[in-house]
């Protein structure tokens, strides 16, 4: 178990969802998020493996830095991928937690840059 969770987490999202989460102030979910009666998200440790492993392939992906403070009793910390605990969202995701966002890059060694504040 973690000593002290993360104040921040990431979500992955498509340039037609970042649109719309802009558009609308509110994320309610990708597909899998609507399925799964969540929205996932992934700390800055799993950031790079979440997009290997789910989004392989596509391009114009966005990522956008989330507050977790702001989203309060709606965050929980679950076990997922090999045990390990994602922060998993079980409201809508507001514009206002979204301390930061821009278009997924990855540095030299081909892990994903964290987006930076304005």
Same mark, same amino acid.
């Given at each position: 178990?973690?000593?002290?969770?993360?104040?921040?987490?990431?979500?992955? /999202? !498509?340039?037609?969802?970042?649109?719309? *989460?802009?558009?609308?102030?509110?994320?309610?979910?990708?597909? =899998? %998020? #609507? $399925?799964?009666?969540?929205?996932?998200?992934?700390?800055?440790?799993? /950031? !790079?493996?979440?997009?290997?492993?789910? *989004?392989?392939?596509?391009?114009?992906?966005?990522?956008?830095? =989330? %507050? #977790? $403070?702001?989203?309060?009793?709606?965050?929980?910390?679950?076990?997922?991928?090999?045990?390990?605990?994602?922060?998993?969202?079980?409201?809508?995701?507001?514009?206002?937690?979204?301390?930061?966002?821009?278009?997924?890059?990855?540095?030299?060694?081909?892990?994903?840059?964290?987006?930076?504040?304005?």
């Amino acid at each position: 178990m973690m000593s002290s969770p993360p104040a921040v987490a990431y979500k992955v /999202l !498509t340039s037609g969802q970042m649109a719309q *989460f802009k558009a609308d102030g509110v994320c309610r979910g990708a597909p =899998v %998020d #609507l $399925a799964d009666g969540f929205i996932h998200l992934s700390t800055a440790e799993q /950031l !790079t493996e979440t997009v290997d492993k789910h *989004f392989a392939g596509q391009d114009g992906l966005h990522v956008v830095a =989330v %507050d #977790l $403070a702001q989203l309060g009793e709606a965050v929980r910390w679950e076990p997922s991928r090999g045990g390990a605990l994602f922060p998993h969202i079980y409201a809508d995701l507001p514009w206002s937690a979204a301390i930061a966002s821009g278009p997924l890059q990855r540095d030299t060694a081909g892990q994903v840059i964290l987006p930076v504040a304005d």
